[in-house]
């Protein structure tokens, strides 16, 4: 079959969808929905998250240099897709969807409980590409729902129930296919 060549737009997928949560300087918490975040290094740990200057949640980033992620699952879609469509300078996200944020270990920035798995960050290096600016941040900690945990101490992503952000759309994960270097054996 043909391939059409589209030009202007970046259409690279799955994303993962997170819930990124922030504080202002007097300790008031706000979530913002990133798709633009991924793994940039294993040691350090570190992730990366692409922010629009003029969204609330990039001037608290900015100020505070750190800030939690958190991973959904499909049943809080809706609250998700609220937190990355009204913005923080308007509501108090956390009263409007009514997710609970729980004290992180290390920033004050807090987790949110309905999330089985959530990372505290802080900001290293930021860089504006263009529309977005990238914020590089050390993995200070990683908390993992024992719920969401097989016996092993691997996730059960049948349990922890991610979903991704394909150009628009939100698509859950349907099943494990493989693993890591199953092609050796
Ligand atoms: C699924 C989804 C993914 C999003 N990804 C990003 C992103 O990667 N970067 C960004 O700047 N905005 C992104 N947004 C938009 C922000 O979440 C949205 O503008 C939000 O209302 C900003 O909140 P704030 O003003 O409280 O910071 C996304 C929205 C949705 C629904």
Do not use: Q
């Amino acid at each position: 079959m043909a391939k059409r060549e589209i030009k202007g737009d970046v259409i690279l997928f799955p994303a993962p969808v997170v819930l990124v949560t922030c504080v202002d300087k007097n300790g008031k918490p706000n979530i913002i929905t990133l798709a633009w975040a991924g793994v940039i290094c294993s040691e350090p740990p570190m992730v990366s998250i692409s922010i629009r200057p003029h969204r609330y949640s990039y001037l608290l980033i900015k100020e505070e240099k750190e800030f939690t992620v958190n991973i959904p699952t499909v049943d809080i879609m809706k609250e998700t897709d609220i937190c990355g469509t009204v913005s923080g300078r308007d509501a108090d996200k956390f009263n409007l969807t009514k997710l609970t944020p729980e004290p992180a270990k290390h920033v004050g920035s807090p987790l949110i409980k309905e999330c089985p798995v959530n990372l505290e960050c802080n900001v290293k290096e930021t860089m504006l590409l263009g529309t977005h600016e990238i914020f590089l941040a050390e993995v200070i900690a990683v908390h993992i729902d024992e719920s969401v945990m097989t016996p092993a101490g691997r996730i059960d992503y049948a349990k922890a129930k991610p979903f991704s952000y394909n150009w628009g759309e939100y698509w859950s994960l349907k099943e494990k296919i493989g693993c890591y270097a199953c092609s050796k054996k």
